[in-house]
């Protein structure tokens, strides 16, 4: 599995768009920063797969319905399959993030 990118590809119920991987390895890996000219925010969006994030540096505020999460340098959050999230770099400074997207199948059958 190589690590790429983020690029968010939406739809209008806010799902993500994006083929992870391989039916037989259904996942991928993104790095992201958050706070450049090009990604000033992760808008709000689902998909059906799980995601580990990681921050490996500056500051990140995620946002899922009802509660907000401050993930600092090394934090981490875990996103449940179908849960609407959102994040925002959260001190205005640059912020990297490393996330693993898959298929919960992938660990429990």
């Known amino acids: 599995m190589s690590v790429k990118p983020c690029s968010l590809k939406i739809n209008v119920r806010q799902y993500e768009i994006d083929n ?3 039916p037989m390895f259904p996942c991928a890996g ?3 920063t958050v706070g450049n000219h090009n ?3 992760i808008p ?3 998909h059906e797969e799980v995601e580990v994030m990681t921050v490996t540096s500056g500051v990140l ?3 899922v319905p009802n509660h907000t999460i401050i993930l ?3 934090d981490a959050a875990f996103i449940n399959s179908s849960i609407l999230h959102s994040a925002v770099n959260a001190d205005n400074s640059i912020c990297h993030i490393k996330s693993f ?4 199948q992938l660990i429990f059958g």
Request: glycine share 14%.
């Open 72 to 74: 600092g340098e090394g």
């Open 44 to 46: 709000w969006h689902w």
């Open 30 to 32: 993104y790095i992201t």
């Open 101 to 104: 997207v898959f298929n919960p």
């Open 61 to 63: 505020k995620v946002d």
């Open 39 to 41: 990604t000033e925010s």
């Open 20 to 22: 992870r991987g391989t």
